[in-house]
């Protein structure tokens, strides 16, 4: 199963994942403070993971047990460098309590994609603690803080660049009525038996990643999931079963489907540009620089509100962002619509123009 490449200088040494380890001392804290960068100052051992902190970067490895969720074992092993780190704490339980890591907004993919969307066994920055092991997670909590102190880390700042890696490629979602792969390049939607006939008329999506603007994705929850790209350009707003550039999810496997996508929104999200590069913004700039979302059309061709900083990041293309191949492919699109009647023809009317207006 592919894993998560850790950053540059991550520590080499794999610590065991499965909550075991030889001798007395399993899961006790270790300090040394005239170790060497990749030796641990604090270390936490549990049944779900391991967490480990060597003062620059804080190091998390899943668990191999079969209550594992699929989306930490297919990310694999995290190397957080401090600078991606907001903050850290220790939140108490009735049977056990929980280790929870903030990142700095923008500073990884999987965040940005994921925010607010995960539950706690599937999220990567969180671990369970065994009661008897709240000590240990105190002190490494304790570790990470005065180390965020010492190095000045501004916290409260989103991040200019992705400061961790995506996850690894290819990338494969197969849903309801389609399926999806990634090969880190190029995004390709096949349609199954089951599309709608809007669908089938687009045929099969081929789309570069120079002509995505932003991938969007809904839990699986019972056929109620969707898989979405967001081309450059304006787009009309559809439902996700009529949508030639979305695929919906079937919803019966909702720890899998989760994994699935969710690590296929985070590494296309990596390689598209950051949300806070684009119209003159750059690592340095302020908080209030992010890169517009293209605007939307609703179904009538009207448009709507830019989309906030969670929708992704701007695309490539002319002097205002658009590529005129990009724009000549959505008139192709929009003429699909019409032709399977999802568009009516003064619908269509309205949104070939706001296309044009923008060539």
Known sequence: MPSRAPA?????RHA?????????????????????????????????????????????VPGT???VHPLRTGLGEIAVPL??????????????ARLRLRLREGADPLDHTCSGRLADDATPYALAVESERTGTAEYLVDEVRTALLLERIPVDEP???????????????????????????????????????????????VLPLRDVAAVEWSRARWESGWFRVRPVGPGVEVKPSHDPNCVTLWGLSERRET???ALLAAAVTARLPHPRVGDGADAGASPGADAPMPPLLTKAGEPTAPAGPEGGAGGAGGKDGHDPDAVLRRLRELGELRSSGVLTEEEFTRAKRALLDRL
């Not at 494969?172 to 089938?200: M, N």
């Open 65 to 67: 047990g079969r209550n």
């Open 16 to 60: 065991p994942a499965g909550g075991h380890r030889n001798g007395p001392d399993r899961g006790e804290r270790r300090h040394r403070g005239g170790a060497c960068h990749n030796e641990p100052m604090a270390e936490l051992i549990q049944r779900d993971g391991t967490w480990d902190f060597d003062g620059e970067r804080l190091r998390l």
């Open 159 to 205: 991040a200019g660049r992705w400061l961790l890696p995506g996850p690894s490629v290819p990338r494969v979602v197969s849903g309801g009525d389609g399926k999806v792969t990634f090969d880190g390049r190029v995004l390709r939607i096949e349609w199954g038996w089951a599309c709608e006939e809007s669908k089938k008329s687009a045929g099969t999506r």
């Open 83 to 96: 600078e991606a780190i907001a903050g850290i704490s220790l939140e108490p339980g009735r049977r056990r």
């Open 259 to 261: 994994a699935e996508v």
């Open 8 to 12: 540059d200088g991550a520590p080499g």
